[in-house]
């Protein structure tokens, strides 16, 4: 799992120091919602939970792009609602891979 250089954190969550200690040290923990890139069909972005984490990092699912995080649920979804809107509005279609190269100058890989 890797995390992107650029993540997004959640406007609630941006306080946060337990939060962002932990995915500092690239070890989110069970409270931690991740939005991760996906490339399953009909799918965009995927909201991980801190419960899945451990068998996803056991696993080493080294293609997997982590580009945003929360603290909860809800602050998760709002926050893949608000990164959604901003590629559209941009981009005119929800490819996040060529939202964040257009905004940020490189791709997540």
């Not at 040290?25 to 799918?43: C, H, M, Q, V």
């Not at 990092?57 to 997997?64: A, P, V």
């Not at 608000?82 to 891979?97: P, Q």
Request: with cysteine; charged share 30%; proline share 2%.
């Amino acid at each position: 799992m890797k995390f992107y250089r650029y993540l997004s954190i959640a406007r609630e969550d941006a306080g946060n120091s337990a939060l962002l200690s932990a995915l500092q040290k690239g070890a989110p923990g069970k409270d931690a919602y991740l939005l991760a890139l996906t490339n399953a069909k009909g799918r965009v972005v995927e909201i991980l939970s801190g419960g899945k984490m451990s068998w996803r990092l056991k696993k080493d699912h080294s293609g997997t792009v982590v580009i945003g995080a929360a603290a909860s649920k809800d602050s998760a979804e709002l926050l893949a609602c608000e990164l959604l809107k901003d590629c559209y509005k941009k981009t005119g279609g929800f490819d996040l891979r060529a939202y964040l190269k257009e905004r940020f100058g490189e791709v997540p890989e």
